[in-house]
């Protein structure tokens, strides 16, 4: 069987390589295969930065922009200054511009949040921690799971780059503990700093997180064939159903939560995945599913499968009162704005 990579087209491109909060990991990780690629493909990285990244004064809720991570990377895709751009994909909105869709979804690392604690609690966990204890997130997820989970301690709002927030734990007196993605920790290299991974029952962890996506153009064939020959087919599968619940709203498990954390509605479903049909040297053609995914005709009826699985979970928390929960979380939310 000949090697894929000799199959794939010869071309020139732009890419922006962008990871939030100014860290360099999404760079570093997508790097790393592009060693890989340059005996058929030149290539030009271009990093930027977005409104996300240069407002750090304020938390998030009150910065009142949505897609604070790629509304400027988009910008840069639709006027054709790049041909595509690599997101972490818990940042991308279940909802993309028209004309835009995820060319490829790498293999998932860590989905989990990790605790990373101030020097004078190495070795303990938040459960122990004394009362009032200050944990720092600039995530209204976090913060809701934390308060609900562990309702002694003070969660405050840290901004700035991994360097940034590590910088404040370890030198200031203000936090205790930062609450932060595993998949960002262990790409640059400081796994050894984690002392506690949050499972599901503590805090579950964002929509796609812990996978890198690549946005494209609908009416880039050249691009979509790329990249498409990146695409993890178990990872896609788990996002195409994690975007739809997030859009309409396997085993999945899913929550609502209000902002203080007193109210929780969580639902777990479970569904049956078809048989891929997928055919040796078969060429894959662009498909657009609800979580606006591109997929080869052979994974079309596994994803759309995993899709209504996500849509079947959202209905079911909608059924017990969600929109009730996010519409109070809502107003909570443009209140902090004010």
Known sequence: MANPVEQWPRFETKIISYQPFGTCSNLGQYGGRSASRKSWFTQESVSMSTIGDNILEKPLPKIGEKSVFTKELEVALA??????????????PSTLPPGMLIGAVFRRDSPYDVVVFHPKHKGSNLASLPKGSVIGTS????SAQLKRSFPHLLIEDV???????????DAGDKYDALILAAAGMDRMGWAERIEQVLGPDECLYA??????????????????????????RDTSICCAAERNFLRTLLTMTGAVFSLDGTECLKETVTGTLPDPSVQDGSCPHAILTQSSIYVPTGMRDIIVT???LGGTLAQALI?????????KAREGKDLVQQ
Request: glycine share 6%.
């Open 79 to 92: 006027n054709k200054s790049v041909d595509f751009v690599v997101h972490s994909l818990k940042d991308l």
């Open 306 to 308: 995993a899709e209504k």
């Open 319 to 327: 059924a017990r009162g969600a929109e009730k929960v996010l519409r």
């Open 159 to 169: 901004r700035g780059n991994l360097n940034t927030r590590l910088s404040k734990l």
């Open 139 to 142: 995530s209204l997820r976090r």
């Open 207 to 232: 929509v796609g997180q812990g996978a890198l996506a690549v946005e494209v153009n609908l009416d880039d064939k050249q691009t979509i064939e790329l990249v498409s020959k990146l695409i993890d």
